[in-house]
């Protein structure tokens, strides 16, 4: 047996000692105990029996998992492979990229999102080139950076699915869904090609027709965390999107002042746009042209399709597919097939006449009635639909809110009517909802009535004007 030094024994008395002069009730605080923080893993539950023994390694798993996965991997489409590919076919090196930022992402994500370690990958702001000879596509990336973009944008979405960071499933939806999510043709244009066909090998030029350029995935992630945009499900998180869209302004112009059509871009976001960056609507940009526009700060968009473009690309980053969709009369309508509802305009959140303010005896909708199903929306848009009915279903779905709640922009005009003796047929009301419905429609739909009703039971018609 081997013997205590001096110095042990010294020890263990002292500690006895003590011991026996301690109150009854006191506390004794003992040194943490030091060694290597718990092991974070990824979801189990999303790895699968096949991958789950691989959780804490997170390079294995993932790889583990787009085995056993291959409508997933395959969606992932990179162009440069040297053809189109999906991820068997990726180059070496490129996938190790993809792993690298992966790995960024996910312990990101298991550390709780901190802001000071959010992976930066590229700028908020992507810096867009003027290198190119095509008058058509003035702004681009290089190659290199379109790599690092595509990547950045994937490797965000495998990790949010891994660290099941929301309540949906990628693994749920079906190949047309998961490219629209994963593949690089869908996120920007590898040019030359049809619409540029002067650019320079190697450049790519993001989606021209959405006019909007990612944003880094963590900060995209953190805009929907800080602002409280995650719901239940992906139906409920389009919703509060859409109610954070309401702040939206409509970049516009004069006419007759031909200055502010050809500078739209540079007035309202700056030089180095088109495209728009996403970083920028959400943040907000001060207008920049003209003072008799009157216009100063404000989140603003390019229209209805450039709206599409910003939900596309920011619900990207929290795994919600949307269809970019647009009608005969020219407009678009959001379609958000794994979430199993759509839009009647992508100006619909911003649309006044839909607006409802909340009054005691009278809420206002909740933001997921603004949105319809999948198969109201197919009804509303059929196929082969005539540009004058497609013009009486755009922005449908906020005129039914209206007539329904009395919104306020109806209040307001309805007080109008009052003050000036006008008739339904010749007032204000009439005026603003004629786009949609008829006056016997309207009138069956009890529209004045209830805006007799709600006027009155508030004064509104007294404390408003």
């Given amino acids: 047996m081997k013997r205590l030094s001096i110095y042990a024994w010294m020890a263990a008395a002292w500690t006895i000692m003590a011991l026996l002069v301690l109150p009854a009730c006191a506390q004794i605080s003992l040194p943490p105990i030091k060694g290597k923080p718990p092991v974070k893993t990824l979801s189990k539950a999303r790895l699968g029996k096949m991958c789950e023994a691989k959780s804490a390694d997170l390079e294995a798993a993932l790889l583990c998992w787009l085995e056993q996965n291959p409508n997933v991997a395959n969606a992932m489409w990179y162009q440069p492979a040297p053809s189109p590919a999906g991820w068997n076919q990726w180059p070496i090196d490129v996938k190790k990229e993809l792993v690298a930022d992966f790995k960024q992402m996910a312990e990101w994500y298991l550390d709780g999102m901190q802001p000071s370690k959010a992976p930066q990958f590229f700028p908020d702001v992507i810096p867009m080139s003027t290198a190119t000879a095509d008058p058509n596509c003035v702004r681009s990336m290089t190659g290199q950076a379109g790599r690092t973009v595509f990547l950045a944008v994937v490797a965000n979405s495998l990790a949010a699915e891994l660290t099941e960071k929301y309540s949906w499933s990628i693994t749920t939806y079906d190949p047309t869904e998961l490219f629209q999510l994963l593949s690089q043709n869908e996120i920007m244009e590898l040019e030359?090609?049809?619409?540029?066909?002067?650019?320079?090998?190697?450049?790519?030029?993001?989606?021209?027709?959405?006019?909007?350029?990612?944003?880094?995935?963590?900060?995209?992630?953190?805009?929907?965390?800080?602002?409280?945009?995650?719901?239940?499900?992906?139906?409920?998180?389009?919703?509060?999107?859409?109610?954070?869209?309401?702040?939206?302004?409509?970049?516009?112009?004069?006419?007759?002042?031909?200055?502010?059509?050809?500078?739209?871009?540079?007035?309202?976001?700056?030089?180095?746009?088109?495209?728009?960056?996403?970083?920028?609507?959400?943040?907000?940009?001060?207008?920049?042209?003209?003072?008799?526009?009157?216009?100063?700060?404000?989140?603003?968009?390019?229209?209805?399709?450039?709206?599409?473009?910003?939900?596309?690309?920011?619900?990207?980053?929290?795994?919600?597919?949307?269809?970019?969709?647009?009608?005969?009369?020219?407009?678009?309508?959001?379609?958000?097939?794994?979430?199993?509802?759509?839009?009647?305009?992508?100006?619909?959140?911003?649309?006044?006449?839909?607006?409802?303010?909340?009054?005691?005896?009278?809420?206002?909708?909740?933001?997921?009635?603004?949105?319809?199903?999948?198969?109201?929306?197919?009804?509303?848009?059929?196929?082969?639909?005539?540009?004058?009915?497609?013009?009486?279903?755009?922005?449908?779905?906020?005129?039914?809110?209206a007539i329904q709640y009395g919104s306020d922009l109806l209040m307001q005009a309805y007080c109008q009517d009052q003050a000036s003796g006008a008739t339904q047929t010749n007032g204000q009301v009439f005026a603003i909802m004629k786009t949609w419905y008829d006056l016997p429609t309207l009138q069956s739909k009890g529209l004045w009535t209830t805006l007799a009703n709600k006027t009155a039971a508030l004064n509104y018609c007294a404390t408003q004007h």
């Fill in 192 to 401: 030359p090609g049809p619409k540029c066909p002067n650019v320079p090998s190697g450049y790519y030029i993001p989606e021209t027709i959405s006019l909007v350029s990612p944003a880094n995935p963590p900060f995209t992630a953190s805009f929907f965390r800080t602002n409280h945009l995650i719901g239940a499900n992906a139906a409920e998180t389009i919703a509060l999107l859409f109610q954070w869209e309401k702040q939206i302004k409509h970049a516009g112009v004069i006419a007759g002042h031909p200055e502010l059509d050809d500078n739209l871009f540079l007035y309202y976001w700056g030089a180095n746009t088109p495209p728009i960056p996403v970083a920028e609507i959400i943040n907000g940009t001060t207008y920049a042209g003209p003072s008799y526009m009157g216009i100063g700060f404000g989140h603003f968009t390019s229209g209805c399709g450039g709206t599409q473009a910003f939900m596309e690309s920011v619900l990207r980053a929290v795994n919600i597919p949307l269809l970019p969709t647009w009608q005969s009369c020219g407009h678009s309508t959001p379609y958000f097939p794994t979430a199993g509802v759509a839009m009647t305009h992508g100006d619909d959140p911003y649309g006044r006449e839909g607006w409802v303010t909340a009054y005691p005896g009278f809420p206002a909708p909740k933001p997921i009635e603004y949105l319809v199903s999948i198969s109201e929306f197919k009804a509303l848009f059929p196929s082969g639909q005539s540009v004058a009915d497609c013009n009486t279903h755009i922005e449908r779905r906020p005129a039914d809110i």
